[in-house]
């Protein structure tokens, strides 16, 4: 459990250091580990602190180069190695500045962009390798060997089940897609509210389905409770959406079949058709990848909301409407959206520049982590791949020419395509409307909040930071006058 180790020379002079991220790298490009040394993998000459540098020093080194991990010298001795994670942990503690006067906080980068706020142990991004991780398995394999209750349980119980456990759980689930009294007879009043889009009547239906099912406090609930709660309601996602869909629509809802696993039985609640194996499988394997991917916007909001001890239902609610932003869980549709724009092979070059070059943004391309190829665009494009069809050999098309352009017109960005171009492309293959897009990335998504809930409650602490003030100088006297026809009015009454 190192994340990284200094490399010394014959004479224990500073050689290099040798990360994890190293020998990740290394292993991803084909490198034996049995025969290669470490010299050849370890990154040479690094930065380096002294022993008396500041704090605010290496938090710099931090936020500036994106490390983790740095050497710390005293003079030619390697005296230690300091991680971003000892950073961390002693940020938070209030310098005093002459006088005994509290100094301000630091303001952190915007975004928090940099910033740990929390250890979690559900999954890792690492940007700079284009690679993501549940519970320390690479996600990709996961999508490619398991199930979506396989993960599922992974995420929720810590392992990867075994046959006999599978089935308890996928049973567990099952049973779980009742929906509770009274929220039935709702779901169509929902569905006509004006102004209807399937992500805010699904929010709405969440907290009305977490309501009638009586959740609890996450502050008073045993650890068992709130799994039972999680599950429920994760659940519950994709057959209360599915219900406001088709109410939408002027249409049946239609049971989830007991017999179907989670993709297929989201596929037949929307057709009211079984799905085929290779469209079922496809969906399965977005759904898988898209579970949970770091502490991005909508993981944050739910373990800032559950950090007040709130309900599940308000978390995975607020969750929900992070989700909604379209810089969050909004680009697939926007990503095919653009294919349809474009419509022709021959127009794709000059529609592509003249989009960049006036400022816009291409939908499925560029990560605010990823600074190179996304694993997960990696493997969706060839689910797409192997679903086939005219949209699939054009989604191609345009992506080389986006990445040549991109190169071209923004050098040094490194501008990769990431999930939602191919994303958008899969569930539309598969009969996924492109409205829906986002509420299914939210279904399944909402495997990943109902984790990093239950991990924020059983180790919690109320999440409040600081804010710098930028406004006027106080305390500001009122204007001359003011208020005074209001003391008027008091006086005579």
Known sequence: KVGAAAVLDQDGALSGMVSERDLLRSVGHGVDPSTTSVAEVMTRDPYTLAVDDTVAASLELFRTHRFRHLPVMDGARVAGILS??????????????????????????????????????????????????????NAVDLARRCSFEQVWHLLMDGTLPDDATLATFTAETVAARQLPGGVEDLLPQVAALPGYTPLTALRSAVSLAAAASGVQPTLDLAPAQLRAEALRLTALVPVLLMRLHRHHLGLPPVD???DLGYAAAYLQMLTGERPGERAARALEQYLILTMDHGFNSSTFTARVITSTGSDIGSALTGALGALAGPLHGGAPS???????????????EAYLREEVSAGHRLMGFGHRV???????????????SELGGEQVAFARHVEDTALRVLAALKPGRRLYTNVEFYAGVVMNSVGIPPEMFTPTFACSRTVGWSAAIAEQASDNRLIRPSALYIGPEPPRPLPHGYGAALQTARLAG
């Open 256 to 258: 989830p079949d007991p």
């Open 334 to 348: 926007r990503a095919l959206a653009m294919l349809d724009a474009i419509g022709t092979p021959d127009r794709t």
């Open 370 to 384: 990823y600074k190179t190829d996304d694993p997960r665009s990696t493997l969706l494009r060839e689910v797409a």
């Open 84 to 137: 971003i994670r000892h950073v961390v942990r002693v940020a938070h503690i209030e310098e005093v500045q002459p006088g005994g006067t509290p100094a301000p906080p630091a303001l952190a980068p915007r975004g928090l962009e940099g910033v740990a706020v929390a250890q979690t142990a559900i999954g890792d991004v690492r940007g700079e390798e284009g690679f993501f991780h549940y519970r320390g398995y």
